[in-house]
């Protein structure tokens, strides 16, 4: 199966900063979704395909990558951004999702 | 607007069965691809089943011959049947709908396998 890890586990940021959080898969893949979990609620759909933001996401959100690198990027972070990205392929089964990345704003 | 609630979770002993439901609405239930995903305490994430709008089935190797995935598309229900119950199998189970991503979740029900 393919393996995604994720980089770094916590992510530390001060509001206006810019971030960028990576994805490593095991194998070549397609492409890459990105999902955005606060505590106490569901995974939420943020980026899919690899660059295409899902409806209501800001647009100081991006993501790109190709093959086995993957990247989302925040250009200015905003309190509210605070929570766990997780990314996911399903370019092959079994479907498989990184283990988060936990952004903390300082 | 699109909903997904699951039901069905609770505390089951090793070795045993549970069947989940996830009630849909807002949206062609039939015409969308369904799964089931779960969160463990841990908060790794872990896909668990797919069924296609056809009805063809999906499964990682983890849950295979031990997890059923089905759907009533009359009453708009996805279900996951379970069987062979481990205490790795303790989890949040989430549905959600599979459009270009998994674009609605529902809020989980959480199983607990433990004696």
């Known amino acids: 199966q393919i393996v995604l890890s994720q980089s770094p586990a916590i992510l530390s940021a001060s509001p206006g900063e810019k971030v960028t959080m990576t994805c490593r898969a095991s194998?070549?893949?397609?492409?890459m979704h990105w999902y955005q979990q606060k505590p106490g609620s569901s995974p939420k759909p943020w980026i899919y395909?690899?660059?295409n933001l899902a409806s209501g996401v800001p647009a100081r959100f991006s993501g790109s990558g190709s093959g086995t690198s993957y990247s989302l990027t925040i250009s200015r972070v905003e309190a509210e951004d605070a929570a766990t990205y997780y990314c996911?392929?399903?370019?092959?089964?079994?479907?498989?999702f990184g283990g988060g990345t936990k952004l903390e704003i300082k | 607007e699109v909903k997904l609630v699951e039901s069905g979770g609770g505390l089951v002993k090793p070795g045993g069965s549970l069947k989940l439901s996830c009630a849909a609405s807002?949206?062609?239930?039939?015409?969308?691809?369904m799964s089931w995903v779960r969160q463990t305490p841990e908060k790794r994430l872990e896909w668990v089943a797919s069924?296609?709008?056809?009805?063809?089935?999906y499964y990682p190797d983890s849950v295979k011959g031990r997890f059923t995935i089905s759907r009533d598309n009359a009453r708009n229900i996805l279900y996951l049947q379970m069987s062979s119950l481990r205490s790795e199998d303790t989890a949040m189970y989430y549905c959600?709908?599979?459009?270009?991503?998994?674009?609605?979740w529902g809020q989980g029900t959480t199983l607990t396998v433990s004696s």
């Open positions: 395909a690899t660059s």
């Open positions: 194998s070549s893949v397609s492409y």
């Open positions: 069924i296609s709008s056809g009805g063809s089935t």
């Open positions: 807002g949206f062609t239930f039939s015409s969308y691809a």
């Open positions: 996911q392929q399903w370019s092959s089964n079994p479907r498989t």
């Open positions: 959600a709908r599979e459009g270009f991503t998994l674009d609605y």
